[in-house]
């Protein structure tokens, strides 16, 4: 079966440090997006990509950068992390074509910046 | 600028119908989604309205009005498991999809 996941699925590290987050999905879609959700915010759009080799800045990019190789990856990478960018960090991904409303999300990333 | 809004909790008893409100304020709005999440977990689909109407899959259905720029999503016979979080998002011109900030749902017995 398609799935998305996410690794790793906990991550502590120290304020400073690059940090990059994977996400994977076999469903061949060509959209994928990178979410936070923190308490009271809802889930906000990090960056997000239509296809190889395109990324586009999302409502909260700043310390953050994407880039997509291949269809199946589109790794989150934190530049120099802040206690600020703790959160919960989930992965989507939806067709390229018609559904684009209908996102599958991974897991989530919990990352804890120290 | 894009928001949208949606009460942040509800409470219900099992066996109840309960619905949860969303109005948003967009450009180029293409539909409202709705979806679940439980307990931190990933969230899933539930409905999309693109027109303005009603939408039913099973317990739960969906509504829209473009000229109130206002959905709501109504769930039937509650269930225990039915206690979670719900988002409304609209899709925005450039195909992203816009989330409020959550209701939190509690069905209690």
């Known amino acids: 079966d398609a799935e998305i996941t996410q690794s790793p699925r906990h991550k502590i590290t120290e304020t400073g440090r690059q940090v990059t987050l994977a996400c994977h999905q076999t469903w061949n879609h060509n959209n994928m997006f990178w979410y936070r959700q923190d308490l009271g915010h809802g889930l906000r759009l990090i960056h997000y990509?239509?296809?190889?080799?395109?990324?586009n800045k999302g409502e909260v990019s700043d310390g953050y950068s994407v880039s997509r190789s291949n269809t199946e990856d589109l790794p989150l990478t934190l530049e120099s992390a802040a206690s600020s960018q703790t959160s919960v960090y989930f992965c989507a991904s939806s067709e390229g074509t018609g559904r684009w409303e209908t996102q599958y999300f991974g897991p989530g990333t919990r990352l804890l910046v120290l | 600028g894009q928001s949208l809004e949606q009460p942040s909790e509800v409470t219900a008893v099992e066996g109840a119908i309960v619905q949860i409100n969303c109005t948003y304020q967009t450009s180029g709005f293409y539909g409202l989604s709705w979806y679940q999440q439980h307990d931190g977990g990933a969230p899933t689909f539930l409905s999309y309205n693109a027109l303005d109407g009603l939408e039913e899959t099973g317990r739960f259905s969906s509504f829209l009005s473009r000229s109130d720029s206002y959905g709501y999503l109504l769930l039937q016979e509650l269930q225990m498991k039915d206690s979670a979080s719900y988002f409304c998002?609209?899709?925005?011109?450039?195909?992203?999809?816009?989330f409020g900030q959550g209701t939190e749902l509690s069905v209690k017995p």
């Open positions: 990509s239509y296809g190889v080799q395109d990324t």
């Open positions: 998002a609209v899709r925005d011109r450039g195909g992203k999809l816009i």
